[in-house]
């Protein structure tokens, strides 16, 4: 069992930062890779990025360059810097864990956050 919690959301003008972080906890969770999703109301589910048990990261191509995932194994800690923000990076964020990277990706992943609302605007 793996258990999330996101904390860091809020109001940010665009062209902001913002930093999202996740505490996970659970006797396994250093073998999982883990990942941020982002959902607007009425949109399904969208990938935003990922970090593996191994040390590899991807991104979708709406966020790269522009946000980083990087993670503390130590402390059980997954983060998101988001630089460059735009008004459409609003949308509240999960997030998630996989023994499957495909599954975060493919937003199947086992276990997921409740959610941290960010809001880009002016």
């Known amino acids: 069992q793996v258990q999330l919690v996101e904390s860091g959301g809020g109001l940010v003008q665009p062209g902001g930062s913002l930093r999202l972080s996740c505490a996970s906890s659970?006797?396994?969770?250093?073998?999982?890779?883990m990942g941020w999703s982002r959902q607007v109301p009425g949109k399904q589910r969208e990938f935003v990025a990922l970090f593996t048990a191994s040390g590899s990261t991807d991104y979708s191509d709406s966020v790269k360059g522009r946000f980083t995932i990087f993670r503390d194994h130590g402390k059980g800690m997954v983060y998101l810097q988001m630089n460059s923000l735009k008004p459409e990076d609003t949308a509240v964020y999960y997030c998630n864990a996989d023994l499957r990277s495909l599954n975060i990706i493919d937003g199947r992943a086992e276990y997921w956050g409740q959610g941290t609302q960010v809001t880009v605007s002016s």
């Open positions: 659970g006797r396994t969770v250093s073998l999982y890779t």
